[in-house]
């Protein structure tokens, strides 16, 4: 659906340990985000993606991790560093190209307890 | 960096009423401005854009307007329905970078 799959849908995780979250895409986009909703808070900038092999801060890195080995995906691993985990996450990906809209995936939601 | 703010935070309407939703940039050289629709548990979708060399865009029942000058742009939606109940994020990018930067969001809600 949209071309951009997220994996699993809902994840519950104990405090303290590492999770990583799937973001695969069949869209031949260049570009790959992801995006932490907080109620209230609108969306904000984890961690993007412009190229394989490369990839930059957003505005909420800290406690995050990201790979991007292959063009289809960019999996965000949340680190035990993380203070306040327990969030949704929406990854998104566009053609390469500052105009270029962002088409998202269905999001996953992190419980850390 | 770009900061973007979005008012109202909720907005109530009678079905057939208006609705607009404003935001304001802090970043002049920002150029790209799209706004998208998130209904609830659903994923956030483009529902129109505009660049910065245009200062209105239309789409049957949704504008966009522009000021550049004064760093802001909204949302206008006519003859509004219930299943445009939804939150609506604004954003906007800088000419210099590929971060698309949110606002905060609206919640809009179509009583029949």
């Known amino acids: 659906d949209g071309g951009i799959t997220q994996s699993p849908k809902y994840l519950f995780r104990k405090e303290g340990q590492n999770v990583t979250l799937s973001c695969e895409q069949n869209l031949n986009h260049d570009a790959m985000y992801w995006y932490r909703q907080d109620p209230g808070q609108g969306l904000r900038l984890i961690y993007y993606s412009q190229i394989v092999n490369d990839f930059q801060k957003g505005d909420i890195a800290e406690g995050y991790s990201v790979s991007r080995e292959k063009k289809e995906s960019f999996p965000l691993t949340v680190t035990s560093a993380q203070k306040n985990p327990t969030a949704f996450y929406l990854c998104?990906?566009?053609?390469?190209?500052?105009?270029?809209?962002?088409?998202f995936g269905n999001g996953t939601r992190l419980t850390v307890t | 960096g770009e900061n973007v703010e979005q008012h109202p935070s909720t907005l109530s309407v009678q079905e057939g009423d208006s609705a607009v939703i404003k935001c304001t940039y802090s970043d002049s050289a920002s150029n790209y401005f799209p706004w998208y629709k998130q209904e609830l548990g659903k994923r956030p979708q483009l529902i129109i854009d505009?660049?910065?060399?245009?200062g209105e865009k239309k789409d049957q029942r949704i504008a966009v307007t522009l000021n550049k000058t004064a760093k802001h742009f909204s949302l206008h939606i006519t003859e509004t329905q219930p299943e445009d109940s939804a939150v609506y994020f604004c954003?906007?990018?800088?000419?210099?970078?590929?971060?698309?930067?949110f606002g905060t969001g609206t919640r809009l809600q179509v009583f029949p």
């Open positions: 954003a906007a990018r800088a000419v210099n970078t590929d971060k698309l930067i």
């Open positions: 505009i660049r910065s060399n245009v």
């Open positions: 998104a990906s566009s053609i390469e190209g500052r105009d270029s809209p962002l088409h």
